[in-house]
């Protein structure tokens, strides 16, 4: 019987092109080119399936031009490259890669928070730049971690993940906004209460952002909310681009509206807010949150037994529709 034919859209994992390879006639893309969507269209033609990453668009104009696909396994918890409506409109599954990457995500999230509240990556250019003279009493005197006041928006399961590491592990006071509350069992594990978006910005000394994205959470931070946050505060970004309003988060981090930011992902990236680049508050990191070689090949395993699961056994195991 003829192998059904998939695409891997971006570089993988070899041995996961390998298992794939047992199963389907397979295209991959070893190479890593970033494909225009047409160049994208172009090669999934004939193809049932698709291994795609965040960085590959799935509408309604490309599901009009590759009849034959069937299923687009993201590797990726976030989706906000799949145009999930016109999937199922157009009777294609998709999958994401939930769960994989909760713990390591989290352990990121808090990372960045460290690294941007102590003011790790601004002394450690000053370092290099070889401007150290002498031990000052106030030398890239930062703000307090433990003890101080977490406030999380979006409180899925990385959301969560954030909170037990500040409630338990910090003995912060940890405060939480998100579209649905928790119920009380999973507060009381996660050390977490819930406020309104106001008293969210008002009362955080570091901010830190795990909401999914969605076009009502475009710009869920801009000029207004930093306007709202404590001047000593930070913020963190690891959800995804665009919840963030960089200009007036740049314009914010030079006027001292807040003291520091840590961002793991940006509004058009790899592109990145010119002014970021020369604020010396911030860290900057690639969308890295997920990365260690375990839990990317857990991601990349998932991606592959969904594919499996849905075009030789008719379930995907993580379906999003
Ligand atoms: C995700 O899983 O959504 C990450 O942002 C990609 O690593």
């Known amino acids: 019987m003829k192998k059904p034919a998939i695409l891997v859209a971006r570089a993988v994992f070899p041995e996961v092109l390998t298992q ?109 730049a070889g401007r150290w003279k002498s031990w000052r009493y106030d030398l890239f005197a930062g703000a307090e971690v433990h003890g101080s006041t977490l406030g999380i928006l979006g409180m899925g399961r990385i959301g969560q993940g954030i909170a037990k590491r500040g409630a338990h592990g910090f003995g912060m006071k940890v405060i939480y906004h998100n579209r649905s509350r928790l119920d009380a069992a999973t507060e009381v594990l996660c050390g977490a209460s819930y406020v309104s978006k106001a008293d969210l910005l008002k009362q955080a000394d570091h901010l830190m952002l795990v909401l999914p994205y969605s076009p009502e959470a475009q710009h869920a931070i801009g000029a207004t909310e930093l306007a709202q946050m404590k001047p000593t505060a930070t913020l963190v970004n690891i959800a995804r681009g665009g919840i963030v309003d960089d200009a007036a988060l740049a314009q914010a981090l030079k006027n001292r509206v807040i003291a520091a930011a840590g961002l793991d992902v940006f509004e058009g990236e790899p592109a990145l807010h010119p002014d970021l680049l020369t604020v010396p508050n911030v860290v900057l990191t690639p969308h890295i949150a997920s990365a260690t070689l375990p839990t990317r090949r857990a991601m990349a395993q998932l991606a592959a037994d969904n594919l499996v699961g849905f075009l030789l056994h008719g379930k995907a195991l993580t379906p999003l529709n």
């Open 20 to 128: 794939l390879e047992q199963h389907f006639e397979v295209a991959a893309n070893q190479g890593d080119t970033l494909w225009t969507p047409a160049e994208l269209i172009e090669r999934l033609q004939g193809k049932q399936g698709a291994f795609t990453t965040g960085s590959e668009r799935i509408d309604a104009a490309l599901l009009a031009a590759c009849p034959e696909l069937k299923i687009c396994a993201n590797m990726a918890v976030g989706y906000n490259n799949f145009d999930l409506a016109a999937m199922t409109d157009a009777g294609v599954k998709a999958s994401n890669t939930p769960d994989v990457l909760t713990e390591t995500t989290a352990d990121f999230g808090f990372a960045l928070l460290m690294a941007t509240a102590r003011r790790m990556a601004e002394s450690e250019h000053f370092l290099r």
